[in-house]
């Protein structure tokens, strides 16, 4: 893929992204059917995978790329689901990979790639969510989901604001769903040892969402 980047394109993607696709499989394959690797060598090398992904999709300047580390980055969780690590680690990953794939997308104005990256990142929490008990780890829980929702609201409401940027319908789908799934969340994971509390949190989020507003006026 690299020997014929600039000569033929849309081979050398093609090329690459099987690359990937392999040593996805590989990883998986010595962990999950033939023991070679336990779980914490593994989900390390799949966030090396990932990571070299992302800086061929740069170099190919490859939806296609961009789309199968992505895919595989929010999916080594799925993976290796029958022997997560500890949960810090999981959530820690989960929130290095929204960092890196939200920079790619901003760079490359991809909406479409801030939305699929939500999506995997709810999908993992949710994982996260029923392996590691929130309300046994409610203050790693609940930390996890907010620095997700806060890195979101900084991509698709701050970002659009600083740089100017015309706001389309994906956007408007992009805020709804992160507010209405860190809404959910929170409230399902804080309402039984919080209960008297949740009226001021409600206000808060509509209070942020104000300023928000009113900053883009």
């Given amino acids: 893929g690299e020997l014929w980047r600039r000569q033929r ?20 394959a010595a962990f999950s059917l033939y023991e070679l690797i336990d779980p914490v060598p593994a989900f390390a090398i799949f966030a090396l995978i990932t990571a070299g992904a992302g800086i061929q999709t740069l170099r190919h300047e490859s939806v296609a790329v ?10 080594t969780p ?13 959530l820690a990953y989960v929130l290095l990979l929204d960092v890196g794939v939200l920079g790619l997308s901003t760079r490359r104005n991809w909406r479409w790639f801030t939305l ?7 999908a993992d929490y949710g994982l996260w969510a029923a392996e590691f008990n929130p ?19 900084g991509v698709t409401s701050v970002t ?4 100017n940027r015309r ?5 408007y789908g992009l805020m709804v769903l992160n507010a209405a799934a860190f809404f959910g969340i ?32």
Avoid at 66 to 75: D, E, M, P, Q, S
Avoid at 187 to 199: A, K, T, V
């Fill in 116 to 122: 699929l990256a939500l999506i995997g990142s709810l």
């Fill in 9 to 28: 394109p849309a081979w050398a993607q093609a090329m690459t992204g099987g690359g990937l696709a392999i040593l996805y499989l590989a990883i998986f």
């Fill in 78 to 90: 799925l993976m290796l689901q029958d022997n997560l690590p500890e949960a810090g680690l999981l």
């Fill in 135 to 153: 309300r046994d780890n409610l203050l790693l829980g609940q930390g996890g989901i907010t620095l997700i929702f806060l890195l979101f609201t």
């Fill in 66 to 75: 961009a789309v199968l580390g992505i895919v595989g980055g929010f999916a």
């Fill in 160 to 163: 659009h604001i600083l740089q």
């Fill in 186 to 217: 929170s409230y399902g994971q804080l309402w039984d040892d919080f209960r008297p509390w949740m009226g001021g949190f409600t206000v808060a989020m509509a209070g942020l969402y104000a300023g928000l507003a009113a900053l883009a006026i």
């Fill in 167 to 171: 706001v389309e319908p994906a956007d």
